[in-house]
């Protein structure tokens, strides 16, 4: 066993929710995919509009992801929030939905140092009363609301004409800007905001003494009473956080509305909005960082996918695993080769007869680059429909570096080969098949979304990527994934026939000490790197930034999801690892530079380190499907992780404290002690499984997931 440890694990607040009203994920989905309004309060649009806009303000240091009610409700979100996002619809289906333990959660979050950006229906129900439209029969919502950061009253809609689910009452709202309090980088005077439906914050100004600021004011005169002044858009400190609330919409950006939706006069509104869309960006900008976020110097644009690269170790073998797919390959009008999966369709061809037109056609709209990084767009792209990806099949060589500028396929493959020269193992499956694409959704997503293509793959296949735009984790989970990150999904085949020696279910134990292995094993001295596991995947290391130099911090996610088919699982391992970015948390390359012998060791690269970690996996594996999770396979996690004797405090059987002491060697269960008077144990041992459970060290509790 290890000797004790009790680190210090700071949760970074890297997540940017944006709430989409719907009670689960799928429901969210099937909402985007219909374009139908969400029952549970949020429009479609409106919720597209603050993911569009926030990922172009926030990325790089923030993953801004849609969140249900039930996660709101249920699960351990708060401690990596950073803002929370209430968007535009109608505020009745929130109270319905959160009101009581929702509310409860989501103020203490914003009490607690966090932050509550609500936009119209959002700024309505962040209000202590909501008065909608009083005294019409059909349109009216009048009442207290629980959260009440604005202490007042907001009134709407603060112009007449509005229509639910329609433009009929939109309008290009002029908002003058109380540049006084928004002293950060370039603010407007005025700028134009899309309005639909919003209200203004009654006598805003009388509450200054409690520490209210107007941010923005309407110009124009008002259909309600808005007391003293006409606030449009008021800040409200909060305990240690803070709330800004907007009646109108500044996150609605003029490129992603469409003329034809309106009537004759909103193609009018529109130009409007688009006159002033730098001026309204910059008061995003000035907005979100009075609530404390980091915001992009530069606006990014959304990224468009790129053309996959299909290549091989030995020469030929890419078309030989092309060939092992021809039942799933269907042929063109013009004979081109596809094959169409559940989440994307792939054209398949060699990289000489690819030709630019034909590629700019295949891909979503404004993509005509596919050698180098893809080029960008400036429009919401819905990456929940399938698409046709172009890939390019490598026959007789792999990439060349004017192919792929941000990947080296030679320098890949060159430390595969060195790395299975230098193992006691026969390796010959990990990294010996690479899928690359410099702009992907999600290299899990390629994958294991991709069922038919799935099932013919061997095991060790490997897809990797420069960027990912939808990449995915744990539950409500997103792994932010700028350029500099290592970022792969691989492909095991685990036989039924082993599961009684090997269990599925320790691949994602395998997985995490492949990555801490494959990093301490990398080069000469990188055995000092201070890298540790946190049950039951994720990868901790000391944050050299940290002040008091004992602060441990993820730099490496692991997803794994398996499918069972013909008597054998099918695992796709996603991994992602903060290895040379410098955000949005500390990297490899920085915990690297802060070892004494820093100027003696070897750089990181990307390709070498896919190919150490590959390596290291497989060797793990080979072993694992000989002698099972064995006792030396429970020492060597030991020896990495972060919990042995740490005191917990186990919230689904009734708030008992234990002391961790492992896990199980038969399925991978955490082993958790009772202890009772004076943390004596009481002899009473907890098994908690890892996929019922999310182990918040952070608070010391173990939470039961819903």
Known sequence: MATVINPNLAPKRLNVLVYSGAQTYSDWKDNILTDTTSGNGTTVDSVRHCLYTLRRLLASNYAVIPVTGEMVLNEPWTAACALLVIPGGADLPYCRTLNGLGNRRIRQFVQNGGAYLGFCAGGYYGSSRCEFEEGDKNLEVVGDRELAFFPGTCRGCAFSGFVYDSEKGARAAELKVSKDSLAVGSVPDTFKSYYNGGGVFVDAPKFADQGVEVLASFTEPLDVDAG?????????????????????????????????????????????????????????????????????????TVPSLSLLHLSALERGAAAGLVSSLQDIISAGENGEEYIKDENDTF?????????????????????????????????????????????????????????????????????????????????????????YGEVVTSTNTLLEKNTRLLRKLPTGFTATATVQIAGRGRGSNVWVSPAGQLIFSTVIRHQVEHMSRAPVVFIQYLAALAIVRGIKTYDRGYDAMPIKLKWPNDVYALDPSAADKKTYTKISGILVNAHYSSKEYIAVVGIGINAINASPTTSLAAILSALPSSKKLTPI???????????????????????????????????????????????????????????????????????????????????LQSDSNSFDFFRGLVKRKV
């Open 347 to 435: 054209l398949l061809d060699k990289p000489s007869s690819l030709r630019m037109g034909e590629l700019a056609d295949a891909l979503p709209e404004k993509q005509t680059e596919t050698d180098q990084v893809a080029t960008e767009t400036d429009r919401i792209v819905d990456y929940n429909n399938p698409i046709v990806t172009p890939m390019a099949v490598h026959e007789e060589s792999v990439p060349s570096s004017k192919e792929t500028p941000y990947f080296n396929h030679h320098a890949f493959y060159a430390n595969v080969e060195a790395y299975r020269a230098e193992s006691k193992e026969e390796l010959r499956e990990f990294g010996s098949h690479i899928l």
């Open 228 to 300: 003293e002044g006409a606030a449009a858009i008021v800040y409200c400190p909060v305990g240690e956080g803070a709330a800004i609330l907007t009646g109108p919409h500044p996150e609605f950006s003029a490129s992603n509305l469409d003329k034809t939706t309106g009537g004759p006069e909103y193609g009018s509104v529109i130009d409007a909005l688009a006159a002033d869309e730098k001026p309204r960006t910059d008061f995003m900008k000035a907005c979100l960082t009075k609530l404390g976020l980091r915001v992009n110097q530069e606006t990014s």
């Open 605 to 687: 690269s990307l390709e070498k380190l896919l190919a150490r970690i590959l390596t290291t996996f497989e060797e793990l594996y080979t072993r694992f499907l000989r002698t099972g999770f064995d006792k030396d396979f429970e020492e060597m996690y030991y020896e990495h992780w972060l919990h042995m004797g740490q005191i917990v405090t186990l919230e689904a059987e009734g708030g008992v404290r234990a002391r961790i002491k492992g896990i199980t060697r038969d399925y991978g269960l955490l082993l958790a002690e009772e202890l009772g008077w004076e943390d004596r144990p009481t002899g009473k041992v907890w098994q």
